[in-house]
């Protein structure tokens, strides 16, 4: 397969505007990690318009463990970016730390629920295709294809590398190197090439922004 089957030929079935969709969230997703890395809290603002345009475009791909975390995103960008303010002498930069052993027990306990959940809705999710009807449906895992099993898995990573960078913890860009990675052949899959190439981008990011603060974190109170 070329690079035109892979990257360019899924665009010709799409509207105008959902390409522009795309191309604008991955846009204002890079701004983000860029602001991220930079300990800047202009992450979360850029953030919230990524994710939001992503809830969208997920729904519309059938991608529902990313679109539940694209909106979980966009919730925790508001906590994240209140916790930051509060932590920001000049309301702008915050200071960054290890994770401690309670920050990795919740983060286990957030990954373990985060993956019941999002299994149980794709269980549901025939009745979701079906409008909520329940006739001729029949519920269960066995629609699921390997995109839509890591779909599950990164929801996972993602919600706690969420988590840990609202709490400022160096450790959150392991879980963003990790599901970075594997996002970028799930959403080339799905036919989502600007948005793969993004998450390619994102994992180089994410290495610079993890050596950036393990450099200059401070030590835990």
């Not at 204002?28 to 990524?50: E, M, Q």
């Amino acid at each position: 397969m070329n690079f035109y089957d892979l990257f360019l030929k899924p665009y010709e079935s799409y509207e105008t505007y959902q390409i522009i969709l795309e191309i604008t969230a991955a846009v204002f997703g890079l701004l983000s990690v860029y602001f991220s890395i930079k300990k800047n809290i202009w992450v979360y603002p850029s953030g919230i318009v990524s994710t939001a345009l992503y809830v969208y475009i997920l729904f519309k791909f059938g991608l529902l463990g990313d679109m539940m975390i694209n909106f979980y995103y966009t919730v925790m960008s508001i906590y994240g970016w209140i916790l930051w303010a509060k932590n920001a002498e000049d309301h702008v930069h915050v200071e960054v730390s290890a994770a401690t052993k309670k920050d990795w027990l919740v983060a286990s306990v957030l990954f373990a629920l985060s993956l019941v959940f999002v299994m149980v809705v794709y269980y549901y999710k025939p009745l979701i295709d079906n409008q909520f009807s329940t006739e001729n449906v029949n519920f269960g895992l066995y629609h699921l294809d390997w995109a839509n099993w890591l779909d599950i898995f990164t929801t996972a990573i993602f919600l706690v590398g969420m988590w840990l960078m609202a709490k400022r913890k160096t450790e959150n860009w392991i879980f963003w190197i990790i599901g970075d990675l594997i996002c970028v052949p799930m959403m080339l899959y799905k036919g989502l090439g600007i948005t793969s190439v993004q998450y390619l981008v994102f994992t180089v990011m994410a290495v610079i922004g993890y050596l950036e603060w393990k450099k200059s974190r401070v030590p835990n109170p």
